[in-house]
């Protein structure tokens, strides 16, 4: 465990690493989120429950939905599809690329089975509900032409075959107004015409409209007309449209196809191809809109050419004034909202930057991925990274906050990108999933998913299991009575963020009795330590204890009963190790008093010796500096003291002269009981 080597009583940089290492660590240093789930307080609004409800289930990927009344339209690239609970291979009904499944009880329906010969990647609905509009990258829908556009009855659920309008490419986006189908992707002409990704058809016939907007330099992939009627956003990974730098997103009269003012292209350039670059690396992937605001979900190629987005953002429709940007990492896909929250899907890893959560590895210390969130449509924050780990600055620009719902979710491997949801829709019970997932929640279910409000779901989905740390007897109570004390680190619930924690004696006979109760905020990325204790613990023998923990509907985990073991301080024995050039380190024997833990120590080597700046302790999961460093000689050459920490919890503790460095990490000892007092 040799020290390191830079001149003496300068700030090291190790030092200064350790400390930027624990100010990402320490729950303290990141934001609460917002008290919010399927019973928020106040003014917060609810989210749906995160039970996955039994839903029709494909053999590949949807990329798109929509819903009309109580229909869900499907499109993507499948070729069955199975009842919920089926495995893959049983129970399966031929549907290419299209389906539709009743949104009350997720089976599918019988009357809309188009066979398309090539996958579809975009469904639209007309206002009145009457007609569905797929595009995508099919040439003939069962056996006749259909150039990548095609419209669909709704009472029917045949094709018309009086619309008849078709592109020379992919169609990835479509918007639908009383006069128009307005139409984006990658193609160059529409019924034989000159259309550079974007057009607009009749939506009766197909003929095409003298609208037009050139699109250049990337692709549209998403297309919404505006509240009010009088324009067509357009999101997608292009440079310009109509000749005029848009970066990703803009504003067209839907009139004409004029471009019309949009700010926030300006503050979020996400298009285009960037200097260095062959091809565009980021951009608009949704749009969608709850009447009073724009929100658009964005992707990136971190840091490759221009700095972008991968989280949401809101606009105001009418001028495309940025209200709010949440400056997530890792791309985002889709939005929807419903009931004042705006869902997402996509495989975010990092709300640092809006003060959230930073990335964290999983069990099999892979990068952690959540595949969909919820936040609130209104602002509420500030992002306070200048600038992002990508190299944005938005710290000019407020934030929404972030909601307590956070299904687990499986991803799947049909595109070979290993993702979950591409698409999220939404009515005022519902939100609805589809994309190429396996499971849902730890339940196998394929492609899509519907979750509801708490009044039309089971709610049954809980905390998650908890592995507390021992419980201890502990001779330190009031009057030398000993007393039963544990510390363990909180868990979480997928939709409910207070948890209600019960330490409860002799469990799962006649008497058990709860002899303690804590409720207590948490969320996966927000995990505090929870203190419990018997007071009165049987004085004739050692009792068995375990902890219950409840959501605020009673859905509840117990863990593993233990019984309680005596309290005590295990020390190891003085370390003293050699190291190249002469440098050693010398730990004496630890001492625990009550929580106060003190470290002896000595250090010799040549006249660079640092002084012991940076030293930590750490039980794997909690980082500490000391309290205090007491120095018994300070020379060029040897140092010699001690050190002092004051422990949260028990748990064995290893201690790292330096740790900002590889240097060996010496155990120190380990702490089998929780100080009272």
Same mark, same amino acid.
């Given at each position: ?128 509900? @009457? ?30 075959? %009086? ?20 139409? =984006? ?52 990974? +292009?440079?310009?449209?109509?000749? $005029? ?9 839907? #009139?004409? /196809? ?7 292209? #300006?503050?979020?350039?996400?298009? =285009? ?26 992707? /990136?190629?971190?840091? *490759? ?38 869902? *997402?899907? /996509? ?30 449509? *209104? ?38 990108? @290993? ?10 019970? +519902? ?5 190429? +997932? ?48 544990? %510390? ?20 799962? *006979?006649?008497?058990?009795? $709860? ?65 190249? =050039? ?31 700046? /940076? ?16 120095? @018994? ?41 929780? =100080? $009272?007092?």
């Amino acid at each position: 465990m040799p020290p390191a080597r830079p001149a003496p009583r300068r700030p090291s940089r190790a030092l200064r690493a350790a400390s930027a290492v624990l100010a990402v660590l320490m729950p303290a240093a990141l934001a609460s989120p917002a008290g919010a789930d399927t019973v928020p307080t106040g003014t917060t609004p609810a989210t749906v429950s995160a039970d996955p409800l039994p839903t029709v289930q494909i053999d590949g990927v949807v990329w798109d939905q929509v819903v009309v009344g109580t229909t869900v339209y499907a499109v993507g690239s499948f070729s069955s599809a199975r009842p919920a609970g089926s495995p893959p291979g049983q129970g399966e009904t031929v549907r290419s690329n299209a389906l539709a499944y009743d949104l009350r009880t997720g089976e599918l329906l019988p009357s809309f089975a188009p066979g398309l010969n090539a996958q579809a990647r975009t469904v639209a609905a007309s206002p009145d509900g @009457s007609t569905v509009y797929v595009g995508g990258s099919f040439t003939a829908i069962d056996g006749r032409p259909a150039y990548r556009l095609a419209a669909f009855s709704t009472a029917t659920g045949k094709r018309i075959t %009086t619309f008849t309008a078709g592109t020379d490419g992919t169609v990835s986006a479509l918007a639908v107004s009383a006069g128009s189908v307005y139409v =984006g992707g990658s193609f160059a002409s529409v019924n034989n015409q000159a259309r550079l990704r974007l057009a607009a058809v009749n939506p009766t016939t197909g003929a095409l409209q003298a609208w037009t907007a050139p699109v250049r330099n990337g692709g549209v992939a998403a297309l919404l007309v505006s509240p009010d009627g009088s324009r067509v956003i357009v999101g997608g990974s +292009f440079g310009s449209i109509n000749g $005029v730098e848009t970066y990703g997103s803009a504003s067209l009269d839907a #009139q004409t /196809g004029r471009s019309l003012p949009w700010a926030a292209n #300006q503050v979020v350039r996400n298009g =285009g191809i960037p200097s260095g670059a062959t091809y565009p690396v980021s951009g608009i992937t949704s749009l969608s809109t709850d009447g009073r605001s724009i929100f658009a979900s964005a992707y /990136g190629f971190g840091t *490759t050419g221009r700095p972008s987005l991968e989280g949401t953002f809101a606009a105001e429709p009418s001028t495309g004034a940025v209200r709010w940007i949440n400056d997530c990492t890792g791309d985002t896909y889709a939005t929807t909202t419903v009931g004042g929250v705006l869902y *997402t899907v /996509g495989h975010t890893h990092s709300c640092s930057a809006p003060g959230w959560f930073d990335n964290a590895p999983d069990t099999a210390g892979t990068l952690q991925h959540w595949h969909s969130l919820a936040y609130t449509t *209104t602002d509420s924050g500030r992002n306070n990274v200048r600038p992002d780990q990508y190299g944005q600055d938005f710290t000019a620009y407020r934030t929404s906050s972030l909601l307590h719902w956070s299904p687990r979710w499986t991803a799947g491997t049909y595109t070979g990108q @290993s993702q979950a949801g591409w698409s999220v829709e939404s009515t005022g019970q +519902f939100v609805v999933v589809g994309g190429e +997932f396996l499971t849902v929640g730890g339940r196998a279910q394929q492609g899509l998913v519907r979750f509801a409000v708490k009044g039309s779901a089971p709610n049954a989905v809980g905390p998650r299991a908890l592995n507390p740390a021992p419980l201890v007897a502990n001779a330190r109570g009031a009057n030398g009575r000993a007393v039963v004390s544990m %510390t363990t680190r909180a868990t979480w619930d997928p939709d409910n963020a207070d948890l209600t924690y019960r330490l409860v004696r002799d469990p799962g *006979t006649s008497s058990a009795t $709860v002899v303690d109760t804590r409720t207590v905020g948490s969320s996966f990325w927000r995990l505090p330590l929870v203190a419990m204790g018997d007071a009165n613990p049987p004085s004739d023998r050692r009792a068995t204890y375990a902890v219950r923990v409840s959501d605020p509907l009673g859905v509840t985990t117990t863990s593993t009963p233990t019984t309680a073991a005596t309290s005590g301080w295990a020390a190891t024995s003085g370390q003293v190790s050699a190291a190249v =050039g002469g440098y050693t380190a010398t730990l004496g024997r630890a001492t625990l008093s009550g929580r106060t833990l003190t470290v002896p120590f000595s250090a010799k080597g040549p006249g660079d010796l640092r002084r012991p700046e /940076g030293t930590c302790l750490s039980d794997g999961t909690t980082s500490l500096t000391p309290v205090s460093t007491v120095l @018994s000689a300070d020379s060029a050459g040897a140092f010699a003291g001690s050190f002092t920490y004051r422990l949260p919890g028990p748990g064995t503790w290893t201690l790292q002269y330096s740790c900002g460095s590889v240097y060996t990490r010496a155990v120190v000892g380990t702490w089998t009981g929780l =100080g $009272v007092g």
